[in-house]
């Protein structure tokens, strides 16, 4: 428990008022005998600065950066619960709000546990919710307090009593019961309270462009048939209702309709229309017409264009094929809005980009203005497609214009303020960084995208495979061997070792860049590939036994082998060897002759001449070059009668007598 | 196997690199000496153990101590940012606490529950606390001008009132204590003549405090502080306003309810005139004994005997007598 204690002075004057407030004769003299000769100090206290409930808190939650070695704050940081894969996170995050559903399953379930109210205010979350059944009494009052509270599913049950009981239902609360089944089109929402299940979910419900869901011929019609005389309200939610849930063709009729009956609609009802001129026209040039024809009508309505209006009519241009048009139009629009006042939001950026930067059309640096315009300032979600302007940005950033300048503009620009709240969800999150990666390893020296690596990895973002191989492909391009045990420790946890050609690259790098023992920074490094190719060595192996895809190559194996013999770990390599030797029929390909040729040489260091031998076999066998392994080990070794005579066999009589 | 591979890069040779391209060096770990001693089960009924092969459960690797990622020059703030019971691998220190036998060192961080059951106050760096100072200082208006002592602002503010709040992990916000008002002023402050200084002071009883000279009223009868602060001000002002009053009654005060001896109403006086007036006729303006022993008789019985006061007597009773 804390507490704080507050010490409060009160000036003279109040308390002489205090005590002086009946009047009486000699109380006066408290007041204002003492009063005029210490007088002397006048002094003025400062107003108090204003500020809201939560503003401390907010400061002092400003002073705190972000950890990067630090996983979010939604996990356990603990190393045993710091997830380390994509599929890790997003299961880590959905089991803590399973939890969470599993109690308020119980709650509801056990209602009768749950009917006290300990908490002072009363947490009406904490309680469990009403229960509404076909017996029931209801009445106004409480279909009017679960619309307030959106439970679609009950209000429309409360609805039906009160129709069947014959109940009058006034005309407001019959309206905003419309506007509430339009929105939700007849379904229960996800609750608010599941961010997690928001966050992860955009991931496989990508609805944006499939057909109809507008439930025809449903309570919402029918509320609206019921509706007499139609008002204004009434035609403008179904209009919205039907245009959000892409009944395009009735939503145009319902305006026409509306039109005739010189019935005044709003702005944001055109909005929801000409946002689907794309469903309803087919060629460019048609929904251009269209849309002028709506914007036309708007304006000899006297409607007010708003920042949904703008936007509805950039997402109408962006789905024009014809990029001339497009383009044109785009610019036509932008002035005109900006003449009547409307500021652009993310949004708008990001149909300007989609507009701009299309995979066919010319190259646009259309960003570069963007970005020069919004540098530095900080936004709040005011369109639903704010949160699509990062990740599209910085895909034109790498795909469209492979600028690293202005990627990394972009990623100012997202974390200046409170911008990172419109990153979107967890899959334009990945997207964007995705995109990050990609692009500065391609142009970065690698220090500078290692530092990158360094923040981002794994904490906010876990490469793919494939950026793992942009990764491994830049590292071998600037022969960056020593960054390589850090990245496959990387790809160990976030359990990408079963990529064939990851696994290739790791080894190639390795293989390619023989470390020079003379630098000292490099010193360590044949150790370590070692240890990595044995670590590789040995995950493959499990991986076999387990039926996984991945399996060895000749190659590979090879490249193994090089790496314990550098590494100086001779046991471990003989013992490769020996699985080579042992599976050659099931292994596709041979070794590499110089990994043969390695593995020979350290043989006759530690004076083996067996597993020379063996090893020379192998190359007979698969009929590689021998002569040179041959002459390698008669010349490193004095054999022995029996290993002579088994040289001879292998490569004849004529060798020796050279 | 896999862990052991995982600190691999570790062990890379950073810091050398660190020393040509300036990158950041990272802490160093201290090593962990393992002993891998396992425990030993009692086996109570001797049933022979049936060994049943445990399917191995394939477990993701886990990943090494996030303190070995982090740079020497980190921001601890953002990596403490809050209370918050230790945990060793986001700790960077090479801490130790425990008991175990003579000579070993003391158990390290990883699995200590010592270092876990006190309190700590990583959060609460001297670095943090500036930063959270500096963040909140835009609320804070300047001190008001001309109230820059003590003794200035307490002659502009003579009441104090001290009011307590309480913040609780309990489901509910509501603290009885909060409800407690103290208001306290100097009595120097108040205007009183005598009657109504002894009265009020008989009125407020021991919540006057004779050493500092100050009046307390802490009021915690009624459910709301609000409601408490309004009947402290309300005591304060019936008690000042009470004590000037003079009922009828305290006029049959007798001598026996003095608590003071005052020379005016006492023996002594009349005494005293007797012995002045000796000769004077009738009609003759009557001597009255001087202030100054009129003090001393009073100081002589209130504070009792002592040598100083006697001696003052017999120097004011020569004096007036004019021996």
Redesign the interface.
Known sequence: MFLSRHLRLLPRASIARSLGSSGAHYTTAASSNAAPAEEDSPFEIPNRIERTPTDILQALAGTVGRDHTAPHYKFHDDPFLIPMSNAAKRTYAMSKESGRKAAKWIKEEHRELFLHQEAQPAVEKFAPSMVYTENSEVDESSLQQLIAQSEVKDAVLVYNLLEQKGSPISADLKQSLLELVCFHNNQEPLPEEYIEERWFIQNNRRRDRHGKTWKDGDLAEKLYAEIEPKTPQAYASLIRGMAKYLQCERAYALLQEAGEKQIQLDTNTFNSIIEIVSYLKDTAEQRWQLCTELLQEMSQQKLRPNLGTLNAVLQCISTFGNFKLARSSALQVLPEFKQLGVNPSLGTYYYLLIIFCRERGPVSHVIVDILNDIAGKEFQIEHPKDTYFFATAMDVCRNHLNDKSLAKKVDELLHTGKNYDLVGDSFKESVYYRNYLALLCQTESIEDFMLTYDLLVPNIYIPEPGIMEEILRAIEINNAVEHVPRIWSDMVVFDHTHRESLLLSVLRIMVDNKPNAELPAQQQLPEQCAKVALDMYERVEEAMKRLRKVSFTGQMLGNILTLLVRGGNFEKASEVFAHIDKNQHRIPGTPAESALHEYVEASVQEKSPSQALAALQYAVENNMESSALAKLIHEGFTLNETHLAKLKTLVGESFLDK | ??TG?????E???LK??AA??G?RVFSQQQPEIEDEEEFRVLNLRTVKQQFQRRREVRR???????TN??AVD??W???W?APRSF?P??VPLPLRQGFTERGAAAPSKFANAELMKIPNFLHLTPP?IR??C???K?????W????ETEA??Q???????????????L????NLEARRVTIS?KLS???F?AH?RDKFLRLVGDRYNKDTDTVTFVTDRCPLRKQNYDYA?YL??AC??ES?VTEPWEASKSEADMEVYLFERNQSKIAAEGILNWSAKEGDNKISPPPAYAQCVEQLINEGENEYNLAKYKEEVKKMLNV
């Open positions: 196997m896999s591979l995982t600190r691999v890069w062990r890379l040779p050398k690199q040509q391209s990158i993701d690797p886990v990943t090494p101590p996030r990622r982090m980190q921001d703030t953002a990596a940012p945990h691998a986001s943090a930063q959270q500096e963040a909140i835009k609320f804070c208006s300047p008001p001008k001309g109230l200035k602002w002659r502009h503010f003579p009441v104090e009132v001290i009011t307590t709040d309480y913040l609780q992990s489901p509910t916000i509501r002023l402050d108040l205007k003549d109504a001000m304060l002002t000042y306003h000037f």
